[in-house]
């Protein structure tokens, strides 16, 4: 079946650097979406692309996702703690309409003051 | 955060014992959504549901069942737990909209240890 590559699997980043996490498919993909996953919590909804070559940002997070539509990327810049947790991508699965979602399994993020 | 629960939080149970789990929401989603986590596989479906007693397998349904006869439950049962089903499950539900199904929101999870 598909599956999303995300790399890294874990990310260390001093406070207020940049970094960027990246979901890699081999299939065209419908759509995306991102969830983050704080230590100890549950996933929670970040965003959806669906368009080719699509730019969304939410403050310092800057989504994309490819031309192609094969991959998509996660830029946080000017990184804070509050940052700190597990990114995940999901695609949505194109062979139904039952909302089924296939995760990536997350860059682990940790910011050091 | 939406209105969904998941009891019991936290489970220790024994090999080969029963095990159900519940979640309820509130908001009268269509959809929801099994999934176990464990370290270094992100989330994995479990099964889902697309309606009361409209249920499917996902990626990892053996050793697992699941029933839903109200819009607001959806119950997970390990018919006899085993060692490899420890692990977090999470709940999620969604609805549709705008064309297609949106976005999921996840319960706080059940952490459930089998001894």
């Known amino acids: 079946g598909q599956q999303v590559m995300q790399i890294p699997q874990y990310q260390h980043v001093q406070e207020g650097e940049d970094f960027t996490t990246y979901c890699n498919s081999s299939t065209t993909l419908s759509n995306i979406q991102w969830y983050k996953q704080r230590p100890g919590g549950h996933p929670v909804f970040l965003i959806q692309l669906v368009k080719s070559g699509e730019v969304k940002k939410q403050k310092r997070l800057t989504f994309q996702f490819g031309e192609a539509k094969k991959n998509s990327s996660l830029h946080i810049t000017a990184t804070q703690t509050t940052d700190v947790g597990t990114y995940f991508c999901?695609?949505?699965?194109?062979?139904?309409?039952?909302?089924?979602?296939?995760f990536g399994a997350g860059t682990q993020v940790v910011v050091t003051p | 955060d939406a209105g969904i629960t998941q009891s019991p939080r936290h489970k220790v149970t024994e090999t080969g014992t029963p095990v159900t789990l519940r979640c309820h929401q509130t908001?009268?989603?269509?959809?929801m959504y099994w999934y176990r986590q464990d370290p270094g596989h992100g989330l994995r479906l479990i099964h889902y549901?697309?309606?009361?007693?409209?249920?499917d397998k996902g990626e990892v349904s053996d050793g697992y069942s699941v029933s839903r006869s109200k819009t607001e439950d959806f119950l997970l049962t390990l018919e006899s737990a085993t060692s490899s089903q420890t692990s977090v499950y999470f709940c999620?539900?969604?609805?549709f909209g705008g064309g297609a199904v949106q976005e999921q929101f996840f319960g706080p999870g059940t952490r459930l240890t089998v001894l």
């Open positions: 999901a695609e949505n699965m194109t062979t139904d309409s039952w909302g089924k979602l296939q």
């Open positions: 999620a539900i969604s609805e």
């Open positions: 908001e009268n989603h269509r959809y």
């Open positions: 549901s697309y309606g009361v007693k409209d249920t």
